[in-house]
């Protein structure tokens, strides 16, 4: 396989300057935990993109990544990352579900010690495994599944994030939650009202939710 050169600088349209001032408008639109816009101001998010929408990438903009998905809006990212990380420990083992391109598992990967990232789509899988390594991110780890399983032999995790939208929220990822641990999902029908909830384990057998904006993401695929 040939891989493109890594211009992780950037030049024009995907240099520092095109970044910082994404950050000024994540900023403007009340994003305000200052270690996330610290690393959104440093990841190459167009590398994470086609070579040809890289120009885009510094837009508050979904793009697609192929095989029908999107990288999300950076908002999105920055906002689910800010809500991953509001409560009161340091985060050491992160699931994300939903791989995608890369992107939010890379923004992630400076701010918790280690992260475990599913993806169900094996191209998708491959191809990011892949970039992460050449782009140097050693505390993130891929799997090719079905995140609606979870990852259990790694649980229990601090926190999970889901960067798909089921209708009900697996019960797998409500177990494999540490207690205290948060789990980030957008749930709701497709094309239809689709909530941003923090789901926190209090304890065994309780959690607590709160639901906060409406979004809009790609199908999270059930196994059932
Ligand atoms: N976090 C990604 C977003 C990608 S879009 C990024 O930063 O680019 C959501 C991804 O979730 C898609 O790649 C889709 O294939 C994946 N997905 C959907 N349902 C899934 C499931 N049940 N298990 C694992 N991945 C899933």
Redesign the pocket.
């Known amino acids: 396989m040939t891989r493109r050169v890594l211009d992780v600088q950037g030049i024009g349209m995907t240099s520092q300057r095109t970044r910082n001032r994404l950050v000024e408008y994540l900023r403007d639109q009340g994003i305000c935990h200052t270690d996330v816009l610290a690393v959104i101001s440093k990841v190459p998010r167009h590398l994470?993109v086609d070579e040809a929408l890289a120009s885009r990438s510094y837009e508050n903009t979904a793009l697609p990544?192929g095989?029908g998905?999107?990288?999300?809006q950076p908002y999105i990212?920055a906002r689910m990352t800010e809500l991953l990380l509001e409560g009161e420990n340091p985060l050491a083992k992160v699931l994300?579900?939903?791989?995608?391109?890369?992107?939010?598992?890379a923004v992630l990967a400076s701010l918790v010690k280690e992260v475990f990232t599913?993806?169900?789509?094996e191209p998708?899988y491959k191809a990011t495994r892949a970039l992460l390594h050449d782009l140097g991110y050693r505390n993130i780890r891929t799997f090719l599944?079905?995140?609606?399983w979870g990852l259990i032999k790694e649980a229990p995790f601090d926190a999970i994030i889901a960067?798909?939208a089921p209708e009900t929220v697996p019960p797998a990822l409500l177990e494999q939650l540490a207690i205290g641990g948060r789990l980030v999902i957008p749930t709701g029908r497709q094309g239809q009202h689709q909530v941003l909830q923090v789901i926190t384990r209090q304890n065994e057998t309780e959690y607590s939710t709160v639901n906060h904006e409406s979004v809009q993401?790609?199908?999270?695929?059930?196994?059932q």
Request: glycine letters at 12%.
């Open positions: 994470f990544i095989h998905q999107t990288i999300s990212v994300e579900v939903g791989t995608g391109s890369g992107y939010q598992a599913v993806e169900r789509i998708l599944s079905d995140g609606s960067t798909a993401f790609v199908p999270f695929v059930t196994a």
